[in-house]
Nanobody, 119 residues
Framework: QVQLVESGDGSAQAGGSHKLSCAVSGSDERFCLLGWFRQAPGKEREAVASIMPGNPSTFYRDSVKGRFTISYDSANNTLYLQMSNLTIDDTAIYYC????????????WGQGTQVTVSS
């Protein structure tokens, strides 16, 4: 049973930084794609960033480019999202997820962790 457990729930000041972690366990499979999503109140869930552990390929939505960095520690099976220069619009519940075969379908999801940015 694959499990994704996020940590890093908390608050930050606008302009500040915050880091999220996602521990992946329950499988020895080498997943093709891992990503971070977020959902703000009253809004649809949106993709934030993704990474293919097998190569340096990453994706960022335009609004976070240059501010967020996604990384994956394969030795510890942990996905990270380093966020900097935060804005109030970054306030959301953040989810990590796994797309096993890069088929455009995320198969496993974490429970979500709240990030609140205040001015």
């Amino acid at each position: 049973q694959v499990q994704l457990v996020e940590s890093g729930d908390g608050s930050a000041q606008a302009g500040g930084s915050h880091k999220l972690s996602c521990a992946v366990s329950g499988s020895d499979e080498r997943f093709c794609l891992l990503g971070w999503f977020r959902q703000a109140p009253g809004k649809e869930r949106e993709a934030v960033a993704s990474i293919m552990p097998g190569n340096p390929s990453t994706f960022y939505r335009d609004s976070v480019k240059g501010r967020f960095t996604i990384s994956y520690d394969s030795a510890n099976n942990t996905l990270y999202l380093q966020m900097s220069n935060l804005t109030i619009d970054d306030t959301a519940i953040y989810y990590c997820a796994v797309d096993r075969k890069c088929r455009g379908e995320y198969n496993y999801w974490g429970q979500g962790t709240q990030v609140t940015v205040s001015s």
